[in-house]
């Protein structure tokens, strides 16, 4: 795994990095933050991989990816997930209006 691009974001509290991996597949997201942080030495719950790119035919993936100090860091600055709703709680949550515009 080679790095391309290392940048210290001490707003945000984190590293911002770009590396090059190889590899004969897609690694995936989880496959990508357990090889990162392995490579920088923290644990693994701080590393928020952002894209794992690629170009067809070629053994090379780009990773777009970030390192933060700590996982408080991390729950600050990383958006929240959605909670989805289930099927009655969405039906009932909106009434359909009655009538129409006049």
């Given amino acids: 795994m080679k790095t391309m691009k290392d940048f210290r974001n ?3 509290k984190r590293r911002e990095v770009k590396l090059l991996m190889e590899a ?3 690694p995936g997201i989880a496959n990508a933050s357990k090889d990162i ?3 920088f030495k ?3 719950n701080v590393v928020v991989v952002r894209t794992v790119g690629s170009r067809f035919g070629r053994g090379t ?3 777009d990816a ?3 100090d700590s996982e408080a860091d991390k729950v600050k600055t990383e958006p929240k997930k959605k909670a989805k709703k289930k099927e009655g ?3 009932q949550a909106v009434p359909a209006p ?3 515009k006049k």
């Fill in 61 to 63: 993936f780009l990773l």
């Fill in 42 to 44: 923290v644990n693994e």
């Fill in 24 to 26: 004969d597949k897609n």
């Fill in 66 to 68: 970030f390192v933060y």
């Fill in 98 to 100: 009655v009538g129409g």
């Fill in 37 to 39: 942080a392995g490579q």
């Fill in 10 to 12: 001490d707003l945000l």
């Fill in 89 to 91: 709680e969405a039906a």
